[in-house]
DNA sequence: ATCGGACTAACGAACGGTCGTTCGTGTACC
DNA sequence: GGTACACGAACGACCGTTCGTTAGTCCGAT
């Protein structure tokens, strides 16, 4: 009747091959026996491991969001506010750039949870966010940062970071780390005080 | 047998009911019986007005790309680089918050069109991209701009852009052009020449 | 004025197919 | 002889779509 843990390593499995067909095709373009099929399986042998469909994308989405979570720890809350903006943005990136699949999930069809899911993932999102905005803010009180509102700049550097599952390509030229570096460089600088117009701008 | 422009208001009533819904809820997990209930209709009745789910998903897609090319078409070429940028972001950002549906099923449903289709559209994104990344590098050699690497640079871009489809809310207190002005400006400020570091960071 | 017919638009029923999931069975291994 | 694991078959539900039919409307002819 409990139907989980019969084998350690096959739920794993299953997980990550879940985890690179949600991510490519979508959830709800994937069907269990198209999943069970990249595990060379038919449909019904996954739920000797697993409970349902969606407790597969829950497993998926958890795992995203506590491993962003986790990243944002090791950032110390004592840090001067750029440097700290900074740290949480690489590690931000990391997570991303790592694990594709699950992040690709974790952006796009978190919607597709239950009510009751859905609104717990709001809720640690939210609070995920907070700590990127508590930078900004203090950043701003500090004066590194100048910006007229620190919730807006908040989603805009959320926003660069989180859109970039689309494009980024692991196989791809592109070195993660110079890529995060890049990353926390402009958006930092588009932060900071704005010293002077250097041409002439009418502005 | 030929199935179109029976009665012409009709069709764009369903084109709408379907942004919202494809938008909301996604492409494949909208029903036709549920989108025609969104129009109290059957959903047999669809048909007389529709060839079909999918040309459906390609109309709405393919109307989000043309208003795209059509708000960059209004950004001179000859601008300075930093100007057109500027104009480029704030053109894209007007076309997103204004039709936040379309704008939805652009970014996550395209995926879901016929491989032909799909690779009209990725072509066609590939073109537009294009301009953004040609006003980043004239940006960069005229001086305006210090980048090392300007297709990464316009990525960063577009990805700060292109998320906003995902938080952006039309009734809420955000008034679309300040915040089309404050990503203008955070973004442009990101690219430009680094003139010193101003407080005493050790990089 | 009224009938007949063409046209528009929506309908109910049904099609074949796929969905997620359940269940009883078989089979290897300890 | 349990136990772990995978299987085929089947379930009810829903999918996108087709089709024959039925109303309503307009219009020219009677």
Known sequence: MTREALRPGRREEILKAAGELFGSRGYHATGMRELAQALELRGSSLYAHIEGKEELLWAIVDRAAAAFTAAADEVPDDLPPAERLERLITAHLRVIFRQLDHAAVFFQDWVHLSTERRREMVARRDEYQQRFRRAVEDGVADGSFQVEDPGVATLIVLSALNFSYQWYDAAGPLDPERLAR??????????????LAAAGGKE
């Open 182 to 195: 890049a990353y926390a460089r402009t958006l930092l600088d588009g932060l900071r005080s704005r010293h």
